[in-house]
C-alpha cells in the first residue's frame, strides 16, 4: 500500500479461491467501483486452465497514477480457502490485511505478521445460513471489503444490478447486493475504526476499462476490418468473441474455422478478395499458422495476425503468460520473405498498433503480426478513452477500377522501386493475374527462371527497407544521460517503469528502450541505445531470451548485457527488475 | 456469348494423355455454356498436377498451399459472393492432407465448386500411393502393396452433410461438363468427384480399367439423386463406380444465413469509421 501522508495512493488486492469461487467476478465489481471512483486499474488473471476446481487467484490494483501491472506486494488479501492463504500470504505487504473466513485461517510466523491486520469473518456460514448457496461468500467478503475501504455502495449495487439483472434476473440481483450489505455489517462488529482505509473518492474522468484483447478487436473494427476467421484458443478468444458480436453489425463476418491453418488461408482468401482481414489466435494456433504465413509472404496477399502469447512450449500453460513467440514470428516458417512483428506495451497501444498493423499490411503486402500477451491480452486496465480522428485507413497501392482500366498490361507482381506492387481484386476488370504459392513472375504464373527468382526476392524482401521509415520506432524512457540501460519489449513495460522509479529511489539512474517493432530490426535506434549505456539488461519472459539474442545478432556494436529472464509463467514484479539490477552494479 | 478461346490462356502441358486434358476441356465448355466473364471467375488449385490448370484457364487464378485450396476459397466467396469461385484439387490435397477442411466446407455448405480430380495416385511427387489408391496397390512408397483401406470421397461428402454430390470420369468431358455446370448453379458447396487416369505413374487404373468399372446413373431414370439412403448405397459398392449426379439436397447456404439476401458483399463495403456509432460502442468500456 502505497501512502502520500495518510492517504491512500496505490492499492493491490488480491482475491484467491478455487476456480468456481467467483473470484474474477468478485475482483471485477470491485474494479469496476475504484475505476468508478476515479482510480487507475490494472488487473491481473493466474487463472488455471480449468473451470472448476483448482486453484486461482485475481489481482486487483488501483492507484492514484496510472499503473501498468500488478506492482509488488499484496496489501489485501481475500482468500476463500485456507490453501490460498498457505500459498499467497507470503506475498503479503509488511501492513496487509486479510479477509478470510475464520475456519481457514493459518497463523503465519510471528516475525512476519506484527504489522499484519487478520480480518476473519464466518463467510461459509453467513452464506449458506442466509441464502443456501456457499457461492454468496465472496459478495459478503466484498460487503466487508468495502466497508473497510470506504467504498461506494450505491455505486455497488449499481455495478452488480448491471452485471447480473439481465442474465439472471432480479432475484439474483436482490440475494447479491443483500450478500454485500451483510458483510458490511459483519465488517462494522470486527473491524475498528483504525483498521478502515479509506480510498478517496474522485471524479470518474474519462476512462474506458477493458482488456488488452478488446482494444485490439475494437481496433480493428474501427480499423475496417470486415472479415475475422479463428479456432477458439486461450487467451486469444476474447478478441473473437468481441468481433462475434460487432462485426455481423457492420456488414462483415466472422467465421469458426475447422483449425487455424483454416483459419489463416480463409482470411488471406478473404483480404485477397478485397476485406481486411485478420485472425487471432496464441502459440499452438501460431505454430500451426506458419505454412499459412509463408504464402502471405510469397504471395503478398496483406494479412493481420494476433498472437495473444502463452506459456510454450507444446500445450504449455494455455492461461498464463509469457513472452515466448517471439522467434516463432520473427524466424518461423521456412525460406526468407518479408514479416512485420508489432509488440505493443500497454492496451493503449493494443489500440493504436492494431489499426497501425491494417495498413501497413495493405501498403507492404506482407504479413503484420501483433505479438501480445495473456498478461495485458486479459487483464483490465483504466485507459484514456480512444482518439478516433486518430484513426486513419491506408489501403496502399490497391488499384481502383478507373485507375486498373487505364493500365495496358497490368502486372500484379511488378517489379518497382519500392518493391510494393499495385494491386487489384478478383472481379475487376482488366486485371486478370494469378496469385501463386510457387515462385513466380511478374504476372504471377509460376516461373523457375534463377534469374527471375533472384529479382523477385530482392523485390519482395525490399519491402522491409520500404517499410522501415513508416514503422512504430522503439521509444526511450527515462532520462537520457542515465548510465543504466533497460531493454524491453510487450508487458515488462509495466514492470520495468516501476523499476525504474525503485531504482531512482537507491540512487540509480535508469533509462528504458521500449521495442515497439521487433521486426524489421530498428536498428538505427537500438544501436544508438546500446551505444549509450554503460550497464545493459535485457528484460523477458522466456527462457532463451530471445529479444536478448535478436539484440546481439542485429546490433553491430558489440554489447555486454546482462539477462532477466522470467519463464515461471507469472509476469514480472517490479522488485524482481530491480534487485536483480541493482545486485549487479 | 463468349467462346473456347475466351477460357484459353495457353496450351497445357500434361504428360500426353492426362485425363486432366478432359477436365480442362469440360471447364470450357462449361464456361461457355454458362457464359461466365473470365473477370468475375476465381479458380482456386491445390498442390499436384491439377494445380497447373490455372497456367492454361483464363481466369483470376490462385494457386494455393497443398490441402488448403478450400479455406481460400470459402474466404474469397464470403467476402464477394458475387464472383463464381472454383476450387480444384487433387486426392492427395482433398482427402489426405486437406481433409478437415473437405468435411467441414460440406457442414458450411458455402457456394463454391469443388471439383476433386482423383488418379488414385500422388502424381506430382512421382507416383506414390494415395489415399483412394486400393488396398495391396503397389507404388514407390508401398511396394509390398498398400495396408490401409482406400478413402470414398462422395460417400464422406454425404455423411458430411454434402448437398451437391457428382462424379464425373475425364474420359467423357461432355457429361463432366454438364455435371460442373449443375454444380456451379447449385446454391451451397457443391462436390464433382473426377476420376481421371494418371497415364505416367498409375499403370492399374487406366483408361480400359475406368470404362470397365464404371456406370452411368445419370442413364438411371429409376435413380432419385433426392434420396439419401439409395445414394448411400450406389457409393457403398465398391466394384463399381457410379458416375452423374447422385445426390443432392436444398438447404440454405452459408450465405443466406450470413448475410439474408441483398447485402452488398463485403468487399464493396466503405471501410470509413463512423466514429458516432463506434464512440457509442466505447460507451459500453466502462
Redesign the interface.
Known amino acids: 500500500m502505497q501512502k502520500k501522508g495518510k492517504m491512500i495512493t496505490d492499492i493491490s488486492v488480491m482475491i484467491a479461491g478455487m476456480a468456481g469461487d467467483g473470484v474474477l467476478f468478485t475482483g471485477n465489481v470491485l474494479a ?1 467501483i475504484m ?2 471512483q476515479g482510480w487507475e486499474i490494472s488487473t491481473y488473471r493466474d487463472f488455471p486452465s480449468n473451470i472448476r476446481g483448482e486453484p486461482t487467484n485475481y489481482t486487483v490494483r488501483a492507484s492514484l497514477k496510472k499503473i501498468y501491472g500488478r506492482g509488488d506486494d499484496i496489501d489485501v488479501f481475500m482468500a476463500f480457502d485456507c490453501d490460498a492463504i498457505l500459498k499467497h500470504s507470503r506475498r503479503m505487504a509488511e501492513k496487509g490485511i486479510l479477509i478470510c473466513d475464520g475456519r481457514d485461517f493459518v497463523a503465519p510466523p510471528p516475525s512476519k505478521s506484527k504489522a499484519r491486520t487478520y480480518h476473519r469473518f464466518p463467510l461459509r456460514k453467513l452464506a449458506i445460513g442466509n441464502f443456501g448457496k456457499e457461492i454468496f461468500k465472496n459478495m459478503i467478503a466484498l460487503g466487508a471489503l468495502c466497508y473497510i475501504l470506504d467504498l461506494d455502495f450505491h455505486l455497488l449495487e449499481t455495478i452488480i444490478s448491471d452485471a447480473f439483472l439481465k442474465r439472471k434476473g432480479k432475484e439474483v440481483v436482490r440475494k447479491n447486493i443483500q450478500a454485500i450489505h451483510l458483510g458490511c455489517e459483519q465488517a462494522k462488529e470486527i473491524v475498528a475504526p483504525e483498521e478502515r482505509h479509506p480510498l478517496k473518492r474522485r471524479e470518474d474522468y474519462d476512462r ?3 482488456s488488452g484483447d ?1 482494444a485490439i478487436a ?1 481496433g480493428a ?4 476490418c ?2 475475422f ?1 479463428a479456432y477458439p484458443i486461450c487467451p486469444a478468444t476474447e478478441i473473437w468473441q468481441w468481433l462475434a458480436v ?1 462485426l ?1 453489425l ?4 466472422v ?1 469458426q ?3 487455424e ?17 485478420m485472425t487471432s489466435t496464441s502459440g499452438p494456433g501460431g505454430s500451426l499458422m506458419m ?2 504465413f509463408g ?1 502471405a509472404g510469397m ?1 503478398e496477399i496483406p494479412i493481420v495476425v494476433v498472437d495473444v502469447q502463452r506459456v510454450g512450449p507444446s500445450t504449455g500453460m494455455p492461461t498464463k503468460t509469457e513472452q515466448g513467440d517471439l522467434n516463432q514470428w520473427i524466424y518461423g516458417s521456412h525460406g526468407d520473405f518479408p514479416r512485420i512483428v508489432l509488440s505493443p506495451g500497454t492496451v493503449e497501444e493494443c489500440f493504436e498498433f492494431i489499426i497501425k498493423a491494417f495498413n501497413l499490411a495493405e501498403k507492404y503486402q506482407c504479413p503484420v503480426i501483433l505479438l501480445t500477451e495473456q498478461d495485458y491480452g486479459q487483464g483490465l486496465r483504466s485507459v484514456k ?2 482518439d ?2 486518430k ?1 486513419e ?1 491506408e ?1 496502399g497501392k490497391l488499384l481502383s477500377q478507373e485507375e486498373l482500366i487505364n493500365i495496358k498490361d497490368f502486372k500484379r507482381y511488378e517489379f518497382t522501386p519500392d518493391g510494393v506492387s499495385p494491386r487489384v ?14 515462385e513466380h513472375d511478374e504476372r ?3 516461373d523457375e527462371d534463377p534469374e527471375i527468382r533472384v529479382r523477385m526476392m530482392k523485390k519482395r524482401m525490399k519491402k522491409l527497407k520500404s517499410a522501415s521509415k513508416d514503422l512504430i520506432a522503439p521509444k526511450i524512457w527515462g532520462k537520457r544521460d542515465a548510465e543504466i540501460g533497460i531493454i524491453g519489449f510487450g508487458s515488462t513495460f509495466g514492470p520495468i517503469q516501476e523499476a525504474i522509479t525503485q531504482l531512482e529511489k537507491n540512487g540509480a539512474r535508469a533509462k528504458y528502450l521500449q521495442m515497439r517493432t521487433l521486426w524489421p530490426f530498428p536498428l538505427k535506434k537500438a544501436e544508438e541505445f546500446v551505444t549509450t549505456c554503460k550497464k545493459i539488461f535485457i528484460v523477458e519472459n522466456n527462457f532463451s531470451g530471445q529479444l536478448s539474442l535478436l539484440l546481439k545478432s542485429q546490433v553491430r556494436t558489440p554489447f555486454d548485457a546482462g539477462n532477466i529472464i522470467n519463464y515461471s509463467s507469472q509476469a514480472f514484479r517490479p522488485r524482481e527488475i530491480s534487485t536483480c539490477i541493482q545486485k549487479a552494479l | 456469348m463468349r467462346k473456347d478461346k475466351d477460357y484459353h490462356l495457353s496450351d497445357p502441358t500434361w504428360c500426353k494423355g492426362c485425363g486432366i486434358y478432359g477436365i480442362f476441356a469440360a471447364l470450357k465448355k462449361t464456361a461457355v455454356a454458362l457464359d461466365l466473364d473470365p473477370e468475375q471467375l476465381v479458380i482456386v488449385t491445390g498442390i499436384g498436377c491439377h494445380g497447373r490448370l490455372n497456367n492454361y484457364f483464363r481466369s483470376y487464378g490462385f494457386h494455393a498451399l497443398h490441402g488448403r485450396t478450400l479455406p481460400v476459397a470459402s474466404g474469397v466467396k464470403l467476402s464477394n459472393p458475387r464472383l463464381s469461385v472454383l476450387a480444384i484439387s487433387g486426392d492427395g490435397d482433398a482427402y489426405s492432407i486437406g481433409l478437415g477442411h473437405f468435411i467441414h466446407s460440406l457442414r458450411r455448405n458455402i457456394n463454391i465448386t469443388y471439383l476433386v480430380v482423383d488418379n488414385r495416385i500422388y502424381a506430382l511427387t512421382q507416383g506414390q500411393t494415395s489415399p483412394t489408391s486400393e488396398t495391396g496397390f503397389v507404388s514407390v512408397s508401398t511396394p509390398y502393396g498398400s495396408k490401409e483401406l482406400n478413402l470414398n470421397g462422395p460417400r464422406l461428402a454425404l455423411a458430411s452433410g454434402g448437398t451437391f454430390i457428382a462424379r464425373g470420369f475425364s474420359g467423357d468431358p461432355a457429361q463432366l461438363s454438364t455435371l460442373i455446370e449443375k454444380s456451379m448453379q447449385h446454391n451451397g458447396f457443391a462436390l464433382v468427384e473426377v476420376v481421371s487416369p494418371c497415364v505416367t505413374h498409375n499403370k492399374v487404373n487406366n483408361y480400359q480399367w475406368f470404362k470397365k468399372n464404371i456406370y452411368n446413373l445419370d442413364d438411371d431414370s429409376n435413380y432419385n439423386p433426392r434420396d439419401k439412403m439409395k445414394a448411400w448405397k450406389k457409393f457403398s459398392n465398391e466394384k463399381k463406380i457410379p458416375l452423374g449426379l447422385i445426390y443432392i439436397e436444398k438447404r440454405p447456404s452459408y450465405e443466406d444465413l450470413a448475410f439474408g439476401k441483398e447485402v452488398e458483399p463485403i468487399v464493396s463495403g466503405d471501410l470509413g469509421v463512423d466514429a458516432a456509432r463506434l464512440e457509442k460502442i466505447m460507451e459500453k468500456f466502462r
Open positions: 469496476k475505476k468508478r474506458q476499462f477493458l478488446e475494437f473494427l474501427a480499423a475496417g470486415r472479415f476467421a460487432y455481423p457492420f456488414n462483415g463476418l467465421v474455422t475447422e483449425d491453418l483454416a483459419a489463416l488461408n480463409m482470411a488471406l482468401g478473404a483480404s485477397y478478395a478485397g476485406a481486411r482481414a505454412e499459412g504464402l504471395a478513452r480512444f478516433l480522428s484513426v485507413i489501403r481484386l478478383p472481379g475487376m476488370k482488366n486485371g486478370l493475374h494469378m496469385v501463386e504459392s510457387n504471377g504464373y509460376r
